[in-house]
């Protein structure tokens, strides 16, 4: 049987906390990469697929909104280093949105245990939610903040997400997966949500795929006629991102 080492990426601002990772990770169970800003880490994480990401900084968030929504960090466990340990490093975890957390007080004879340990947990919990059936939803907007909104907490209910940030890259990846719902936008440079829902309305494989349009409320004209096009819902921008899930499964009551 041949044994795969499991990677680690720390991503570490400023601490010296990757020299004790390191000393106490034993080299022929895992192999370490650091980086040192969150920038470098994403990167890394993305073209690695680390099998852990460990975070010792000050807010950790923007890296785990980052790459949990990406597909390719699905089976990627991300834990936090805690300044408490039980119950308020738990907590501290969660309001991170990170799936686990370790103590900086760790023991240094247990530590490669500990990884373990968490990984297994979170492999578990994944495997749990993959028996699960999730929603797919497709964003397709142009406004990359509002896609990562989107993104992360669509993600975080346990719906599946893809994201396309023009018409023409959208009608692609609705033709690939047939999403159970599209969020679309109504003005978009270039192909604009209209032109998009004539293109999927076009395609019987795509025409009963409900979409709902996203709109500000001085575009209320342009919902109308895209509900001529085909759409059949709206969402009005802004929204409360921790809110958009219970929105969109309400709303898909209807069509379903």
Known sequence: MIFT?????LISEGSRIGAEVEKNLDPKEFSLQIAEDSASGAEIALKTRPDVILLDMKDPFEVISTLKPKEKMSNTAMLVFTEGDSIAGAAE?????????????????TFGEIVKLKMEKFNEESRKDKRVSRTSVLIIDDEDDLRR??????????????????GPSGIKLA???????ILLDVMMPGMDGIEVLDALRYKDDMRKIPVFMLTAKTTMEDVEKAFNHGAVDYITKPFEGNELGNTIRTKLKKYQ
Do not use: M, T
């Not at 975890?93 to 004879?109: G, M, R, T, V, Y």
């Open 5 to 9: 080492k499991k990677k680690i990426l």
């Open 93 to 109: 975890a969660e309001d991170f949105s990170a799936d686990d957390f370790i103590s900086k007080n760790f023991d240094e004879n």
């Open 149 to 166: 909104i989107v993104e992360f907490n669509l993600h975080r209910e346990g719906f599946k997400v893809y994201s396309a940030a023009d």
């Open 175 to 181: 033709r690939k997966h047939k999403p159970e719902v």
